[in-house]
């Protein structure tokens, strides 16, 4: 369930502007600083994980919608300017 990422590691206190765009169950692109790093198609939920059986109905696994999280992994991370726009 991993995707490698083509972006860089960026060191020390510096603002990266990252961009996630989201067409439903069909595409999802992360960018960061314009450019696409990472890019999958079709995410849809691992019917062997006991909490994606929960949300698994009538036998569909693509996820088509959901929650947005923001989160850091190993780090302390800072948000602003955190914007949502409803693509056509």
Known sequence: ??????SKTYHGEQWVTVEVEVRGGELIKHRI???VVL????????P???????LIRDGNLILSEGYISLQAESH?????????KKLD
Do not use: I, T, W
């Not at 369930?1 to 083509?6: D, V, Y």
């Not at 302390?76 to 949502?84: H, K």
């Open 33 to 35: 600083d314009g450019k």
């Open 76 to 84: 302390p991370c800072e948000f602003r300017n955190v914007q949502l």
């Open 1 to 6: 369930h991993c995707n490698s990422s083509s």
């Open 39 to 46: 890019q999958y198609d079709k995410p849809q939920l691992d």
């Open 48 to 54: 062997r994980d006991g909490m994606a059986k929960k």
